[in-house]
């Protein structure tokens, strides 16, 4: 009797934090709930490439062969992360739905079966991976006998770190899609420390050179793990894991795969296109060349990472609304977001450009390779506030459910026009064509995207007119009734 009383008032405080979210997610001051979303998890991530930044730091002291190798590995990460977005931003996408609809058990049967799923993929990933270690490092470009022996010491234990982090990628978008992404940020920051802790000590107090930085990656994304699974275990969160939830019909998890598809297509990508780069980078400027642009990729990613962190705190305002119907407040937030991450994303452009020269005196690298990437830093920054827009378009069909759109703009940055720039500048343009790529093809992306955008827009005119239009449908069939 006492334990179905408990549970009875469990059940009650989840409900009534799950109708506190409801009235705060569509009701509350526009630029007040993006902002207050969007900061914490922008700030998460950007802690998480200056980490990468740290790492990239210390093992550059080890010789344009060291850095080149765990620049070559950012392909291995970009398959990791395919499979931890796609199922991380599949079943966000949905839960921030299900939770705007109020179904709060639709949304833990997501989550609880998202995160089995992913545990699973993410075993495979590390199974495959040991098993043929040394093709893959030579297929990501570390082909010189040194930077493949480098590649293979940092690879083994990210590939032992891949079933945490596509478990962590799922639980973090949970998080945001139910507006708790100061929760998110705790467990990335707390990893990210680590790692910068554990970087020093290992690699040079501890003389494990390279391995020691795998090392403290691998622990940190044990710690971010284990961080985010105690905020469910203590049930901070309205979405619950629990393996009772886990579904036994394929129907959950294809919804969430269709969903998540265009987060697979463009990390998928993404691992491609550094792959080509980097080979390239090799045919052209060797270490020093591959080194450079592991730098500048590093860098990049910290300023993605401000678009990605924005819209990632606009992904369960949008879900929350548009499930709502407050089409309105969906216009506002795409408006007010692009607005903001534009802004943004000029102003560390404009910063990053002033200072590229500096930044790569920050590593301990070669000349040519300092030359090399304030040179590529500097192209990057002249279309880095041209991103927000092509990632916008593409994240909104996604939450909203339009999987073809939404894979389409997914695909459009690098499959449309990075792989064909990394093909062709350098084959016309050397190295200068390389350092040019990712401009190039961020330019094309933008206008790209603009048609898809101004469509979204006549929909929700579309839509919200139809959302008028149906109380006065039945209010007239009312009156028709009171008349006969």
């Not at 549970?7 to 007040?32: D, F, G, L, P, W």
């Not at 770190?161 to 949970?174: D, E, G, I, K, L």
């Not at 990075?418 to 401009?439: D, K, N, T």
């Amino acid at each position: 009797m006492e334990e179905t009383v408990s549970k009875n008032t469990e059940e009650i405080e989840v409900e009534k934090r799950e109708r506190a979210q409801y009235v705060k997610m569509t009701q509350k001051k526009m630029s007040r709930l993006v902002i207050g979303l969007g900061i914490p998890t922008m700030l998460s991530m950007m802690v998480t490439s200056l980490y990468n930044l740290a790492d990239t730091a210390f093992v550059s002291r080890l010789g344009d062969s060291a850095i080149a190798a765990v620049s070559n590995l950012l392909a291995l990460m970009s398959i990791i992360q395919a499979v931890g977005f796609t199922f991380g931003m599949g079943s966000g996408s949905i839960v921030s739905r299900l939770l705007g609809k109020r179904d709060r058990k639709g949304a833990d049967r997501v989550a609880s079966s998202t995160f089995a799923i992913a545990a699973l993929c993410g075993g495979l990933i590390t199974l495959f991976g040991l098993i043929f270690l040394t093709p893959l490092m030579k297929l990501f470009g570390s082909t010189n006998p040194e930077t493949l022996a480098y590649a293979k010491d940092y690879a083994v234990y990210i590939l032992i770190s891949a079933p945490f982090m596509c478990m962590s990628f799922v639980m973090n978008n949970v998080l945001r899609a139910e507006g708790k992404a100061v929760l998110s940020m705790i467990g990335l920051v707390v990893g990210a420390v680590v790692n910068v802790g554990l970087d020093p000590l290992l690699i040079f107090v501890f003389g494990l050179g390279v391995k020691g930085a795998a090392i403290a990656t691998c622990s940190s994304q044990v710690i971010s793990f284990s961080v985010l699974l105690f905020m469910f275990c203590i049930r901070k969160t309205v979405v619950r894991l629990s393996v009772r939830a886990v579904a036994f019909k394929c129907k959950v998890y294809l919804d969430v795969i269709a969903t998540g598809f265009p987060s697979f297509c463009r990390q998928i990508l993404a691992s491609v296109c550094t792959v080509l780069l980097m080979n390239a980078a090799n045919a052209y400027g060797g270490d020093a060349a591959q080194a450079a642009l592991g730098v500048v990729n590093k860098m990049f990613m910290l300023a993605f990472s401000i678009s990605l962190g924005i819209g990632q705190g606009y992904q369960p305002v949008l879900g929350y609304n548009y499930s709502a119907k407050h089409f309105d407040r969906v216009r506002l937030a795409y408006l007010f977001t692009l607005g903001f991450s534009t802004a943004l994303m000029a102003g560390f452009a404009a910063l990053c450009a002033i200072l590229a020269p500096w930044i790569m005196q920050a590593f301990s690298l070669s000349a040519q390779a300092k030359e090399i990437g304030a040179i590529t830093l500097r192209l990057q920054c002249i279309t880095m506030p041209l991103l927000p827009l092509n990632f916008m378009a593409g994240l909104t069909y996604q939450v909203v459910g339009n999987k073809a759109v939404a894979s389409l703009i997914s695909i459009s940055r690098q499959g449309l026009f990075y792989i064909p720039s990394v093909l062709l500048l350098p084959y016309l343009f050397q190295l200068r064509g390389i350092e040019a790529c990712q401009a190039v093809s961020d330019f094309f992306a933008f206008f790209f995207a603009i048609p898809f955008t101004l469509a979204f827009f006549k929909t929700l005119k579309k839509e919200s007119a139809k959302a008028q239009e149906a109380p006065l449908e039945k209010e007239g069939i009312r009156d028709g009734g009171l008349e006969e």
